[in-house]
Each structure stands twice: as C-alpha cells, then as structure tokens.
C-alpha cells in the first residue's frame, strides 16, 4: 500500500512515501521561517519523484496532526483533506509527538518525553514508554519550572524535542537526557499510520480539524495577567 505522509507542526517541513513499512523516499527542512507553504508540495513532487510514482499511485495519506504550529498545521491539514478528497482515498491522523519518539524507542530508556516549544517556558509534551512506545500521559500543554517531571527523578528519561533546550536549563534530574534536536518527521509516522490502517481509524475528511491544544489559550492568558 502506497501512503504519503505529511508533517508540518513545526520547523520542520517533512514528506515521506512508503510501501506498506517501506519507506521508499523523504524529504524534509528545518527552516526558523516556517515555510510550510512554500515548500509542501514541491517537496510532495519531489517525495513522488524520489519514489517513482505519480500521486494517482497513492492509496492513504497520513497526517501529523500536532500539537505545534497553528498555522503549519492549517496548511498540512488543508493539503491531506485535498488529496484525499480528490483521489477518494482515507485520511489517517496521528499525533505528532508519536513522531518524535520513534527513532528511541526500545533504547533502554524507562520514558521518553517529547517537549515542542511553545512561548516562554511552555511546551506541548506528552510521557510514553521507553520500551514499548504506550502513551503514559496524554499530550497536554505544560509550563515549566524547576519542580517539572521532579516524580521522575530516579527513572532514566529522554527529552526530545526543541523544548528540551529550556528543560536542560532548569530540570535537576539527574539521569535525564536531553535531545534538543528532534522535530516531528512524516518519515517516523510509518509504524503508527500501520496500526490505525489495520483498525480502519480513519479521519472523516470534512469534519477533521488539527490538534490545537486550543484551551492552551486560557492558560498562557492567565500567565500574563500573573506577571
């Protein structure tokens, strides 16, 4: 099954192309500029020319569907519902921090805690299994303080992600390790896209909306009104 997969939640501008579990092309740019819209679908042609095929190929697509940027997500979001509308095949969704962490899991890692930036001393994270990937917390949106994550200090965790940097600075865990340099890839989204393939979890396509985080809002309003 030929699956495309899109993922713009963040800096990271990222296409892939599979044949079931194979990938068969990616490409992807880290741009400070978000450049989402610029770069989508030229990097869909050239995921499609790297594979050999032609979009008519293309049996699913599967989106990261965030949390992150609003206005990546818009612009993933509104591409997956276009191809999948007009080639008449379904929609799968899947977190983006799911992304993030696949490439360590079964690292010998207790938890792996993916942290997307956000503004200030927030992120978007969410805690899962080192060895088997379950999701333990679900994705919330969390403002951090030296006192964060302090029920994990004697569990070997790994933080992922451009948040990761602000953590480093203030976290005293002692056995925590910090990659500050994972964005959410389409090319990581593979084995999750699989299983809901599998379970026929599909998106509806007129009614799908990102993962906004959107009561996020209140919090950060809240935070400014305190200072």
């Known amino acids: 099954m030929k699956i495309l997969y899109l993922e713009t939640s963040s800096k990271n501008c990222s296409v892939a192309i599979s044949d079931g579990e194979k990938l068969l ?6 741009s400070e500029n978000y450049k989402q819209s610029e770069s989508l679908h030229t990097f869909v042609e050239w995921a499609l020319e790297g594979a050999n095929l032609s979009m008519k190929d293309i049996e699913a697509v599967s989106l ?5 940027s609003y206005t990546g997500l818009r612009i993933g979001a509104a591409s997956a519902k276009g191809f999948c509308y007009g080639l008449k095949i379904p929609l799968i969704a899947v977190n983006s921090m799911e992304s993030m962490i696949e490439p360590f899991v079964g690292q010998n890692y207790e938890m792996i805690i993916p942290l997307v930036d956000a503004r200030r001393m927030e992120v978007y994270t969410a805690v899962y299994d080192g060895i088997s990937g379950e999701e333990l917390i679900p994705t919330e949106a969390k403002i951090l303080d030296e006192t964060s994550f302090e029920e994990l200090k004697d569990k070997k965790v790994l933080f992922v992600g451009d948040g990761a940097l602000k953590a480093k600075e203030i976290l005293k865990l002692l ?20 299983e ?12 799908f909306e990102p ?12 935070s400014k009104s305190e200072e």
Request: aromatic fraction near 12%.
């Open 64 to 68: 990261g569907k965030g949390p992150g």
């Open 211 to 222: 993962f906004y985080l959107k009561d996020f809002h209140g919090v950060k309003k809240k």
């Open 175 to 194: 056995n925590a390790e910090f990659n500050t340099d994972i964005y959410p890839s389409a090319q990581h989204l593979i084995k999750k896209t699989l």
């Open 25 to 30: 092309c990616s490409t992807e740019e880290i």
């Open 196 to 207: 809901k393939i599998k379970n026929e979890d599909f998106e509806d396509i007129a009614y």
